[in-house]
């Protein structure tokens, strides 16, 4: 049985790609450092999949351990997810996201060129388009990265284009996806991120709801959108994880390089969340509007339609139950 290397695995949407793999009787092997993310992931990933979850913890950066791991694991493709991927925290310090997220995926090439491992599947973002000049973005629209965050993503498909032109054997999909939200059905695994810098909106909506914030600070409302603040393309954790199966089917089955939007092609503002949130959980969210944060993009929200066709994947669930799910790990892990 052929086995898949999980870069940054234990993560949010590594151990949601794990659980479906799981559940396809897909062998798979993770690598993590644990970097932003909570030991007790692997006890929840085991409950779910019922079986013992196999893992090496290592930095990326460290290419000959993970010649090693992929020689020893018979390895034939990788889906990469570890990165560090905070927006707000790239502007602070923006050498650690050039050299962790690039500096760490050269590294895991080199790793996967020397074993003869050319099935490479990346976790990219529909941030390397920055403030969109239509709506909803397709592959094709010009890139504009606003953070270095986007900038490494780039830069790293960038290189992925490179190896893929240089030989022809490579089979490489970038995964460009909008803002993952939700939680698996058990309650087990959802968005639970170690870093304070790392927290997306729904981790903050959580907070509150928990009792370790008294607001949800909203970063601006003068947005030309309806009601003033950004619009996002809010997908399922689930449904993205899905994409990543499937399209780890089309790495198997091609060669060359491939882009993919990943989202529900729905633009949700971040008070309509806000107020789907309250419907589902009976909880009413205090919020504190502060001004925009640099590097925020008004609208953004994708055209799926190619990876509809191509790789016959589209998202199923709705805003509601993302807001079900994540509202169901909240009352499962109360501290």
């Given at each position: 049985?052929?086995?898949?290397?999980?870069?940054?695995?234990?993560?949010?949407?590594?151990?949601?790609?794990?659980?479906?793999?799981?559940?396809?009787?897909?062998?798979?092997?993770?690598?993590?450092?644990f970097?932003n993310?909570?030991?007790?992931?692997?006890d929840?990933?085991?409950?779910?999949?019922?079986?013992?979850?196999?893992?090496?913890?290592?930095d990326?950066?460290?290419?000959?351990?993970l010649?090693?791991?992929?020689?020893?694991?018979?390895?034939?493709?990788?889906?990469?997810?570890?990165a560090?991927?905070?927006?707000?925290?790239?502007?602070?310090?923006?050498?650690?996201?050039?050299?962790?997220?690039?500096?760490?995926?050269i590294?895991?090439?080199?790793?996967?060129?020397f074993?003869?491992?050319?099935?490479?599947?990346?976790s990219?973002?529909?941030?390397?388009?920055?403030?969109?000049?239509?709506?909803?973005?397709d592959?094709?629209?010009?890139?504009?990265?606003?953070?270095?965050?986007?900038?490494?993503?780039?830069?790293?498909?960038?290189?992925?284009?490179d190896?893929?032109?240089?030989?022809?054997?490579?089979?490489?999909?970038?995964?460009?996806?909008?803002?993952p939200?939700?939680?698996?059905?058990?309650?087990?695994?959802?968005?639970?991120p170690?870093?304070?810098?790392?927290?997306?909106?729904?981790?903050?909506?959580?907070?509150?709801?928990?009792?370790?914030?008294?607001?949800?600070?909203?970063?601006?409302?003068?947005?030309?959108?309806?009601?003033?603040?950004?619009?996002?393309?809010?997908?399922?954790?689930?449904?993205?994880?899905a994409?990543?199966?499937?399209?780890?089917?089309?790495?198997?089955?091609?060669?060359?390089?491939?882009?993919?939007?990943?989202?529900?092609g729905?633009g949700?503002?971040?008070?309509?969340?806000?107020?789907?949130f309250?419907?589902?959980?009976?909880?009413?969210?205090?919020?504190?509007?502060?001004?925009?944060?640099?590097?925020?993009?008004?609208?953004?929200?994708?055209n799926?339609?190619k990876a509809?066709?191509?790789?016959?994947?589209?998202?199923?669930y709705?805003?509601?139950?993302?807001?079900?799910?994540?509202?169901?790990?909240?009352?499962?892990?109360?501290?």
């Open positions: 049985m052929t086995c898949t290397l999980l870069t940054g695995g234990f993560g949010y949407i590594g151990s949601h790609t794990a659980a479906i793999l799981s559940e396809n009787n897909q062998k798979f092997l993770i690598v993590d450092n970097s993310c909570k030991k007790d992931v692997i929840r990933l085991e409950k779910i999949t019922k079986r013992k979850v196999h893992f090496c913890k290592i990326i950066r460290d290419t000959d351990r010649i090693k791991v992929i020689r020893e694991n018979k390895v034939s493709s990788a889906i990469h997810f570890a560090l991927k905070s927006v707000s925290d790239s502007l602070i310090r923006p050498l650690d996201y050039y050299e962790v997220n690039v500096k760490g995926t590294s895991l090439l080199k790793a996967m060129q074993t003869g491992v050319k099935r490479f599947l990346f990219s973002t529909a941030a390397v388009y920055g403030e969109p000049d239509f709506c909803p973005i592959e094709k629209h010009k890139l504009n990265p606003l953070n270095p965050y986007a900038q490494t993503k780039i830069i790293i498909e960038k290189i992925l284009q190896i893929a032109k240089a030989d022809s054997e490579w089979s490489i999909v970038s995964l460009r996806y909008f803002n939200i939700g939680a698996h059905k058990s309650g087990l695994i959802g968005d639970d170690l870093l304070e810098g790392n927290s997306n909106l729904m981790p903050e909506i959580i907070k509150v709801v928990n009792g370790s914030k008294n607001y949800l600070k909203v970063f601006g409302d003068d947005y030309e959108t309806s009601d003033g603040t950004g619009v996002r393309d809010y997908i399922h954790i689930v449904d993205l994880s994409a990543h199966v499937t399209a780890l089917d089309y790495v198997n089955k091609n060669t060359g390089i491939n882009i993919f939007n990943i989202g529900t729905k949700v503002s971040v008070l309509e969340l806000i107020k789907t309250e419907k589902v959980s009976g909880f009413k969210i205090p919020i504190k509007i502060s001004k925009r944060r640099k590097g925020d993009s008004a609208i953004c929200f994708a799926p339609k509809n066709d191509i790789l016959k994947w589209q998202a199923n709705d805003l509601y139950n993302m807001c079900e799910s994540a509202w169901n790990f909240v009352k499962n892990n109360k501290k």
